[in-house]
């Protein structure tokens, strides 16, 4: 063999290695990682919404209504109306929200990424919700 057959070969016997090297970073989640990244990314936004503030809260819950177009459906004209919410009371009507959006979804015969319920846990309500649990349980 030439030195440039073996320069290639060996380019390519280590790019094989990093590849492997990285698959194997990635499938147990070491960090630096991007499921590693991914998984710190969601603990700060639960960390962050068990501090948060209700009326920070309210603010989020408000935007993600107007967002997704549910002005109208169940609790959501007193979410957007009210100024005076308890943790408890919150995480009552974002429950009562998503049992409305479950039931319009259902009747519309809606699933998958077109339906209500995708867009509630994908705007993070169903996040909140977990958080006001938490808040709540103590």
């Given at each position: 063999?030439?030195?440039?057959?073996?320069?290639?070969?060996?380019?390519?016997v280590?790019?094989?290695?990093?590849?492997?090297?990285?698959?194997?970073?990635?499938?147990?989640g070491?960090?630096?990682?991007?499921?590693?990244?991914?998984?710190?990314?969601?603990?700060?936004?639960?960390?962050?919404?068990?501090?948060?503030?209700?009326?920070?809260?309210?603010?989020?819950?408000?935007?993600?209504?107007?967002?997704?177009?549910?002005?109208?459906?169940?609790p959501?004209?007193?979410?957007?109306?009210?100024?005076?919410?308890?943790?408890?009371?919150?995480?009552?009507?974002?429950?009562e929200?998503?049992?409305?959006?479950c039931?319009?979804?259902?009747?519309?015969g809606?699933?998958?990424?077109?339906s209500?319920?995708?867009?509630f846990?994908?705007?993070?309500?169903?996040?909140?919700?977990?958080?006001?649990?938490?808040?709540?349980?103590?």
């Open positions: 063999m030439t030195g440039v057959e073996l320069f290639f070969l060996w380019l390519v280590g790019l094989a290695g990093l590849f492997g090297l990285w698959l194997v970073w990635e499938r147990f070491l960090p630096g990682s991007i499921g590693w990244r991914a998984l710190r990314s969601v603990e700060r936004n639960a960390a962050r919404l068990r501090r948060a503030p209700i009326a920070d809260l309210l603010s989020e819950v408000r935007d993600a209504i107007r967002g997704e177009r549910w002005e109208q459906i169940g959501a004209p007193a979410l957007l109306g009210e100024d005076q919410w308890t943790d408890d009371r919150l995480l009552r009507a974002l429950d929200l998503f049992a409305a959006l039931a319009d979804d259902e009747s519309k809606r699933s998958g990424r077109a209500n319920y995708f867009e846990h994908d705007c993070g309500l169903a996040a909140m919700c977990e958080a006001l649990q938490e808040r709540t349980a103590r």
